[in-house]
């Protein structure tokens, strides 16, 4: 199946991610190869504006990685991943969603600066 989207992890959510335990991480990734190629909120879901969210639950634990649209790119269309974090309550917290919309203007603002220059510093898939 074709994938809806590629996907970029920015060091935030690499490090988040580097920091689990192998399980976990390899589910998470699981989950987000899946969303690439279907539409299902339970793994892919919009909380406010532009921001986004991957859902995975494993072994009790609510794991989230926050995410937006980069559609600069008529060919490719990218989701960027801010960070991770593990959720304990049943809403997002606010300062989750802040540091999501810093990254994201962060992003917006060190690609247009690079425009033309492909040695952006960003990582691409899995570890």
């Known amino acids: 199946m074709d994938k809806l989207f590629d996907i970029i992890f920015l ?8 920091s689990l335990d192998k399980k976990h991480y390899e589910k998470i990734l699981f989950n987000i190869r899946k969303a690439q190629t279907e539409h299902d909120p339970e793994l892919f879901k919009k909380l406010k504006e532009e921001i986004w969210e991957f859902r995975t639950l494993f072994q009790g ?12 790119n008529s060919e490719n269309t990218l989701v960027i991943s801010t960070h991770g974090f593990i959720k304990k309550h049943s809403k997002v917290p606010d300062n989750e969603l802040q540091k999501a919309k810093q990254l994201r203007i962060k992003y917006f603002e060190d690609k247009e600066k690079t425009k033309g220059n492909e040695n952006i510093h960003i990582r691409r898939g899995s570890r």
Do not use: G, P, S, V
């Open 11 to 18: 060091d935030k959510a690499f490090e988040f991610l580097n």
């Open 61 to 72: 634990i609510q794991y989230r990685l926050l995410a937006f649209w980069d559609k600069t």
